[in-house]
């Protein structure tokens, strides 16, 4: 195994325009960004400067590692590994070493400081936003496996059966399809349940004339899906419903015509919303566009009205409009981007 060669150019081009020497890395999800699925949670440090890598991690791991990544310095350390990284920094002499403040532990950070090692925010998280095309690869291949597994459970949409049943009809078939795990909690809602964006699983049972919600993903090699179909179970359609249901792909399918590289997260939210609002329904549209996926089903590039950054080329995010009608039923239509130079392309 290596690491990869684009994620790390792309780190150290980072660290350059920052005046770093090196970032140290302890957020779970960050190291495995760079060395994929191999520690445990809370078992590792990782040093990247602009000449090596460095692993500070149990002495278990040592010599898998040194098998593994022949490219990197693994020093066995059981106890205190910040205090480790802080006495390898010194006899390197390097000084101009940064820590993500936001994911850091209270008590690693203050050694960090100590030692004179700045407080730097997000430089992987906004690192992660540009996607390579392996991991491109690796998301289509998680969509491929959701939208196939929906496909196949819709035979187990028949009156009588619950909410959570159905959710587990989902998540097995995923499982059998090569999903590896699940992007967050799946979401199936029946009837006023789908006028909440974030409904848990229940014990609802399915009737006949109702409307239905899925909002689901599966995982694969630590890559996220995430999308949202909903219909009406049953010949008595609604009006209303027929009305939001085409209003809300409409909406949807605007963003994936008009927008474009360089425009804003809050540029690309506006061509959504004024649709829904034009029609009257902006108050019952009460969440963002989309939102940043990767190796977690919320990253940044946030598609909202409070994001002015601009999304820039190999931007993954969701585009997913919503109306909901409390008490009655709601709807919403989700599918994941990719931004490049001719506008937004599907995750397919």
């Not at 999304?311 to 994941?336: A, Q």
Request: net charge positive.
């Amino acid at each position: 195994m290596r690491i990869n060669t684009t994620k790390l150019k792309n780190l150290r081009n980072l660290l350059k325009k920052n005046k770093l020497e090196g970032l140290i890395i302890t957020d779970f999800t960050d190291t495995k960004y760079f060395l994929g699925d191999f520690f445990h949670e809370d078992e590792s440090v990782l040093l990247i400067t602009l000449k090596q890598i460095i692993v500070f991690s149990r002495s278990l791991y040592e010599n898998s590692f040194k098998s593994k990544y022949k490219e990197a310095l693994f020093i066995s350390e059981d106890k205190n590994r910040p205090a480790a990284l802080v006495k390898e920094a010194k006899k390197l002499n390097l000084k101009k070493l940064a820590f993500d403040e936001n994911k850091e532990l209270y008590s690693a950070a203050k050694i960090y400081l100590k030692a004179g090692f700045k407080e730097s925010s997000s430089l992987i998280s906004l690192l992660r936003t540009t996607k390579t095309e392996e991991e491109l690869k690796l998301m289509r291949k998680a969509t491929q496996i959701s939208m196939q597994a929906y496909k196949n459970i819709q035979k187990y949409v028949k009156v009588g059966i619950t909410e959570i049943e159905l959710k587990r009809k989902l998540e097995d078939e995923m499982n059998k399809l090569g999903g590896q795990g699940y992007s967050f909690e799946l979401m199936v809602s029946f009837g006023a349940n789908t006028a909440n964006p974030h409904h848990l699983c229940d014990n609802t049972k399915l009737t006949n004339n109702t409307a239905v919600l899925f909002d689901w993903g599966a995982k694969y090699q630590e890559y996220c899906a995430d999308m949202t179909r909903c219909f009406w179970f049953g010949p008595d359609v609604p009006q209303e419903y027929k009305k939001i249901l085409s209003l809300v792909k409409y909406a949807h399918d605007k963003v994936i015509k008009e927008a474009k590289i360089k425009m804003s997260g809050a540029q690309i939210d506006k061509i959504s919303r004024d649709v829904i609002e034009k029609a009257g329904y902006g108050k019952y549209f009460t969440h963002r566009t989309g939102h940043g996926i990767g190796m977690q089903d919320h990253e940044l590039s946030d598609i909202s009205q409070l994001n002015d950054d601009q999304i820039l080329e190999n931007y993954c995010f969701s585009v997913e409009p919503g109306i909901y009608l409390e008490g009655k039923y709601g709807v919403r239509w989700e599918d994941c981007f990719y931004m490049t130079k001719r506008g937004i392309k599907q995750i397919k």
